[in-house]
């Protein structure tokens, strides 16, 4: 099968491990021909500026071809929140896809779509959502962007040619509905997960010795873990604050990631001998932390490290988000319910010392429902739901 993926929508790189890449990586790995078209966009300098590639055609390191596209717009500011580029309908027909999966819904260049339908029609075409009333619509001019525009103009086109509108969150499958005003029938959630090759399963008792003995956590005391960009919207600063001002000397804390001007010296004043700040770390290397975890802990904005932690099979702590409680997988998981240093150490002291429902946490955690955010079996969802009859 040809598949080709768009992702115009963002600042596509061959060498992260976004979704877009990863939904390629393995469905060609299922033995099927994948292209990506993509802009010049790759990502972001030091002073915020946009960085682009030379590069028109490339085939990466997993043999998927990425096709390039020049930004339609001289000016890239303005570009960059409009994601239009030339020549995309070319290059679809080009590739004759079996199916086309449209990544995000917010481009004018999208209009190409059901014209190359029209040319192509056995075609299947898939949309994706990545945006919610948290990181898109927070602006008079977003909001009239995607509640009028991209809902009057490009949504009824979509429609003509897709049954299927995925949100790779619940409340990302809610924005479709209201914001676009897609059928509730035509939107299924795909949910976003973890490289399979990365993720040692079959090593997670060795590499939680190894992660220890590195910090000196022995194996009785109760490790919380979290991480990613540490800034005040995350509230690992409070969450530290707790750890640090837990009556039970054995519950400490390693939290990994780079930490934002924002929150600094709040961080450096709860570094302690509980408290660990160790800095970045590879992408890849987050599972391996998560497994010297018995608990897992994220008290602030939802990022994909949430399905991360779900999928490395560990008790976790999730601030509670409407919409966002997809990662609860039958008992693996609790919710913040507030946010003050006290009530985060309320919580966490009462899964150490309530050893038997901490037992129900870890065996709801380790069961087989972690694996639905595998990569592997989410690139198999997508041509489940595209051809089923």
Request: charged fraction near 25%; glycine fraction near 6%.
């Amino acid at each position: 099968m040809k598949i080709v993926h768009v992702c115009i929508c963002s600042r596509y790189n061959e060498k992260v491990v976004y979704q877009e890449n990863l939904l390629s990586k393995y469905q060609h790995r299922l033995g099927h021909e994948v292209t990506v078209i993509a802009s010049t966009y790759i990502g972001e300098d030091s002073n915020g500026g946009v960085v682009q590639t030379d590069c028109r055609l490339n085939v990466d390191d997993e043999g998927v071809k990425v096709v390039r596209l020049q930004p339609a717009l001289a000016n890239t500011r303005i570009n960059e929140h409009l994601f239009l580029v030339r020549g995309l309908e070319k290059a679809i027909v080009d590739e004759q896809p079996d199916l086309l999966f449209v990544h995000n819904l917010g481009s004018f260049s999208y209009l190409a779509i059901p014209r190359v339908a029209r040319r192509l029609p056995n075609m299947k075409v898939v949309f994706d959502n990545h945006g919610d009333r948290i990181n898109s619509c927070h602006s008079f001019i977003t909001k009239f962007l995607h509640g009028v525009l991209y809902r009057h103009i490009l949504s009824p086109r979509f429609l003509k040619v897709s049954n299927l509108f995925y949100g790779v969150t619940p409340a990302r499958c809610q924005f479709l509905h209201d914001v676009y005003g897609i059928d509730e029938s035509k939107i299924r959630l795909l949910v976003m997960g973890v490289d399979d090759e990365h993720l040692h399963l079959d090593r997670k008792a060795e590499i939680r010795r190894s992660i220890r003995s590195q910090y000196g956590i022995a194996d009785d005391e109760f490790l919380v873990v979290t991480g990613g960009r540490i800034d005040l919207k995350k509230r690992i600063h409070l969450l530290a604050e707790a750890i640090n001002g837990s009556s039970e000397k054995k519950i400490r804390m390693l939290a990994f990631g780079s930490i934002a001007n924002d929150v600094k010296e709040r961080i450096e004043a709860c570094r302690s001998e509980r408290v660990n700040f160790i800095g970045w770390i590879d992408s890849s290397k987050a599972y391996d932390y998560f497994f010297a975890a018995d608990l897992v802990v994220f008290p602030g904005r939802h990022s994909v490290l949430w399905e991360q932690a779900v999928a490395s099979h560990v008790p976790c702590v999730f601030n509670r988000i409407s919409g966002f409680e997809h990662v609860d997988i039958g008992g693996n998981c609790v919710f913040f319910e507030e946010s003050t240093p006290d009530y985060y150490r309320q919580v966490i002291e009462s899964l150490y010392t309530d050893k038997q429902r901490y037992a129900a946490m870890y065996a709801a955690a380790d069961s087989p429902a972690a694996d639905r955010m595998l990569y592997s079996r989410i690139a198999q969802q997508v041509l489940t739901d595209a051809f089923e009859k």
